[in-house]
């Protein structure tokens, strides 16, 4: 592992600790232009999303109305029912993403796929950095509102779901996560610059609990309007 990449692993619990845990819980508030762009715009507004820490699922309980709640899996997502009873699933979801852009619907099934590849995502970095297969390497730094951030360039290998093959991550002095890039290869490959911020501590880990993404401009800079997806999370729990 690269230097900055251990740096930033410490800065967050370390990875030893981080190791002894194997799911993560959080209760969502999300916004945002894009759950209206695609069809959903109350579906995941308020919910709870676990994750696993050791392979790579999520789920959101409740998923809209009904008591139902989601199961995404790299090579699967399905709705269920409270009970667990299996109500629609969709095996290889990434592949009926064909031809999507931005302002492509999605259904249920698109919204349940996204949301738990996203989160899966957003509640496992920078521990990702440590995955098998996930390679970095730091790249030029980036000056951003009279700060200077550090930057890794990602490379995921294709068994991990996720929004691009290639993402950054800018870092802060003390190592913590001020932004991540990606492009939105479901969408088109739609360009997002991600804000990180309100960081607290849960069992020993430093999670962030404020997240704004906004579009990202040809010159790497993020686009004030539209907000994209505001993401708030309270309640987290590591088990």
């Not at 001020?178 to 739609?190: C, K, L, N, Q, S």
Request: charged content about 25%.
């Amino acid at each position: 592992m690269n230097p900055l990449a251990q740096r930033v692993i410490d800065a967050h619990g370390g990875l030893e600790r981080w190791k002894t845990f194997s799911t993560v819980s959080a209760d969502l508030v999300q916004g945002g232009a894009l759950w209206a762009i695609k069809g959903h715009p109350h579906t995941l507004e308020r919910t709870r999303v676990t994750a696993g820490l050791r392979e790579e699922w999520a789920g959101h309980a409740p998923f809209g109305g009904d008591g139902r709640r989601s199961r995404f899996e790299p090579g699967r997502v399905a709705l269920e029912a409270a009970d667990g009873t299996v109500l629609e699933e969709l095996r290889e979801p990434r592949r009926s993403f064909a031809g999507h852009d931005l302002m492509t619907p999605w259904t249920e099934l698109q919204l349940a796929y996204f949301a738990g590849c996203a989160m899966w995502t957003y509640l496992n970095t920078p521990f990702l950095l440590a995955w098998p297969g996930v390679e970095s390497e730091e790249v030029d730094p980036w000056e951003e509102d009279g700060a200077t951030w550090r930057r890794l360039r990602l490379r995921f290998p294709p068994g991990i779901a996720t929004h691009s093959t290639v993402q950054t991550l800018y870092v802060d002095g003390e190592g913590l996560l001020r932004r991540h890039d990606y492009d939105v290869e479901i969408a088109g490959g739609t360009p997002g610059a991600h804000y990180i911020s309100a960081y607290t501590q849960v069992s020993g880990i430093a999670f962030p609990t404020r997240r704004r993404i906004f579009p990202r401009g040809e010159d790497g800079r993020a686009v004030p309007e539209p907000l994209v997806v505001s993401i708030d999370l309270s309640g987290i729990e590591l088990r």
